[in-house]
């Protein structure tokens, strides 16, 4: 089967599989406090599902896998899922996407099951402002989990961070002070139109420029990291003391759509072949209604095939998904 290469060249190998809309916090820039409509149960992949959906695509080469919600953490016998995903034959990359509050009590079950890279969402490391943007009083809980990863050896441990203008300054350096502290990546990601309330506003978007002048002025000089993948979403620095680095998803201010290599499976078994999609393929239906793995296989270059260039978010054209963030997965 041939690769999955785009309309503009780009080679996709790069697979993002949220398993579950719900979440346990309420991040005030992803979901509404009163949240519902979640997905029923039975319209939830199973394992079973993904993993067949993943042998079939590590078969048109997709090779990475991330595993993201809502709050993958929420669904049940996770490691299961990661096992059979760490043993089919291709994927050589298998990272998760978690907000750390369930982490400290599932980080051995995971390691054990095969996952070594995890990426934890932190926006600040100060209690009260966690229970603004979060609407939940869990600090504690994700630095606890944080420390049990490091503990475990789990490698690389990122921390990604959303930064909303006029709310995360004062986080910005402490932050990054902390990964410095343990070896962890901060990543600090620019605010995206992706929220199902209609908050997003460019005034509200800290932009990576913002925010590394802030870095060097409170810690000290920050050097791009040479030689980078310029398929990876982020762009990285490395304090030029040699202790820690920090990194940026800059997809207001710098979008990196020109290389992107990945395809995001839903919890509700659809295909999209970019976060601000505006159409996307039902995968679920294949998946039970006695469809060959040359039916899902197709639909999957489909999916590709049809992909933009990508988002629209500088342009007078943007329109917002029809899903929000949780509904998708990061
Ligand atoms: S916005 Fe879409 S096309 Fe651009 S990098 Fe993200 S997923 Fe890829």
């Given at each position: 089967m041939p690769p999955l290469v785009d309309s503009f060249g780009r080679l996709h190998h790069n697979l993002r599989i949220s398993v579950t809309d719900r979440c346990n916090i309420r991040?005030?820039?992803?979901?509404?406090?009163?949240?519902?409509n979640f997905q029923p149960r039975s319209e939830i992949l199973t394992f079973e599902e993904i993993e067949?959906?993943?042998?079939?695509?590590?078969?048109?080469?997709?090779?990475?896998?991330r595993i993201?919600?809502?709050?993958?953490?929420?669904?049940?016998?996770?490691?299961?899922?990661?096992?059979?995903?760490?043993?089919?034959?291709?994927?050589?990359?298998?990272?998760?996407t978690t907000n750390g509050v369930l982490l400290a009590e599932s980080a051995p079950a995971l390691y054990e099951a095969g996952l070594r890279r995890i990426n934890i969402h932190l926006d600040t490391l100060d209690r009260e402002r966690y229970r603004q943007i979060t609407?939940?009083?869990?600090?504690?809980?994700?630095?606890?989990?944080?420390?049990?990863?490091?503990?475990?050896?789990?490698?690389?441990?990122?921390?990604?961070?959303?930064?909303?203008?006029?709310?995360?300054?004062?986080?910005?350096?402490?932050?990054?002070?902390?990964?410095?502290?343990?070896?962890?990546?901060?990543?600090?990601?620019?605010?995206?139109?992706?929220?199902s309330q209609g908050l997003w506003d460019r005034d509200k978007v800290l932009l990576m420029d913002d925010i590394l002048e802030v870095l060097r002025r409170e810690i000290g000089p920050l050097d791009p990291i040479p030689d980078q993948d310029p398929r990876a979403p982020a762009t990285e620095f490395r304090f030029r003391d040699g202790v820690g680095r920090v990194g940026f998803i800059a997809s207001v201010s710098k979008p990196f759509c020109l290389n992107c290599n990945r395809i995001r499976l839903t919890a509700d078994g659809h295909l999209r072949y970019c976060l601000f999609a505006l159409e996307e393929r039902n995968v679920k239906t294949l998946l039970r209604d006695g469809s060959s793995d040359e039916d899902i296989a197709r639909l999957i270059q489909e999916t590709v095939q049809a992909k933009w260039l990508g988002h629209e978010i500088n342009t007078s054209r943007f329109v917002p998904p029809p899903r929000p963030m949780y509904a998708i997965g990061g």
């Open positions: 991040c005030f820039y992803c979901m509404p406090e009163d949240a519902k067949r959906f993943v042998q079939v695509a590590a078969r048109l080469g997709v090779d990475k896998l993201t919600g809502g709050e993958p953490l929420l669904r049940k016998d996770l490691p299961v899922l990661i096992r059979k995903l760490a043993a089919i034959p291709g994927i050589r990359d298998l990272a998760m609407r939940r009083d869990d600090l504690d809980r994700v630095l606890e989990g944080i420390e049990r990863c490091l503990a475990l050896g789990f490698h690389p441990v990122k921390i990604n961070a959303v930064a909303v203008k006029n709310l995360v300054e004062p986080d910005l350096a402490p932050l990054a002070r902390f990964g410095r502290q343990r070896g962890v990546e901060i990543r600090y990601i620019e605010f995206m139109p992706l929220d």
